[in-house]
């Protein structure tokens, strides 16, 4: 082969590339996307994978060339939703991880993580409902509902020592204990309850979690008005 000839062939793949990268990328959203809103809507046993292919406007081989089966799926949309970009980003490389880390009080600590826990929850609390219920019947489910309760239990005992470092927690309280109330109060379902059932805003859900965690767990909690509807 000429080096002209394999120099335009190089040209027309570096050419070429960028577009078809964008363009896996496209359907990669597309399947997401459909996941997601079939998934909430009729629940995760009773969605298809035809029925995904067909709402996303792909054959159902493209999907598991794509991302994969539907456990496989719903991991997808569960990572992507808590890092808020398109693929899943480790606990320590995330924005407000990094800020919380660098935070040098309790209370900016918990302002931060509060705030990032409400727009995580907007994404991730429907994706994260439709899971612990296809997670009572399909094992592939209960396995990611029991890692990721693990991870987050982890995570929040990571983050409870990391505020016992600012030496402003209660004495009475353990690690584990910080751990557990953040723990519970950070959930979806929790969420669930006081935003869809309850008609809170998030912006109220973010000053609620704030002034509790402030109140619970610090030595001299903040007084502070209570949440308005």
């Not at 629940?43 to 054959?59: H, L």
């Not at 029991?146 to 030496?167: H, K, Q, V, Y």
């Not at 927690?169 to 751990?179: F, G, H, K, N």
Request: aromatic share 6%; charged share 25%; proline share 4%.
């Amino acid at each position: 082969m000429s080096k002209d000839v394999k120099a335009q062939q190089d040209s027309k793949r570096s050419y070429h590339s960028p577009r078809r990268v964008e363009q896996a990328a496209a359907t990669r959203r597309a399947v997401l996307t459909a996941a997601r809103e079939l998934f909430i809507r009729q629940g995760y046993t009773a969605t298809t994978i035809a029925e995904i292919a067909t709402s996303a406007g792909v054959a159902p081989d493209t999907i598991y060339a794509t991302v994969g089966r539907k456990p496989a799926l719903l991991r997808e949309l569960v990572e992507t939703a808590i890092s808020g970009t398109a693929q899943a980003v480790p606990a320590d490389e995330r924005d407000y991880v990094i800020r919380i880390g660098a935070a040098t009080t309790a209370q900016d600590k918990i302002t931060i993580y509060a705030h990032a826990i409400t727009a995580i929850q907007q994404r991730m609390a429907p994706v994260f409902i439709a899971l612990r219920d296809a997670a009572a019947t399909d094992p592939d489910c209960g396995a990611l509902w029991a890692e990721i309760a693990l991870r987050r239990a982890t995570n929040m005992r990571r983050f409870a020592a990391d505020l016992r470092s600012t030496g402003e927690l209660r004495d009475d309280l353990t690690d584990d204990q910080v751990a557990d109330i953040i723990w519970s109060m950070n959930a979806a379902e929790y969420w669930d309850l006081l935003v869809r059932e309850r008609g809170w805003l998030p912006a109220q859900f973010a000053e609620w979690l704030i002034d509790a965690w402030t109140r619970l767990l610090l030595r001299e909690g903040r007084p502070s008005a209570q949440p308005r509807n």
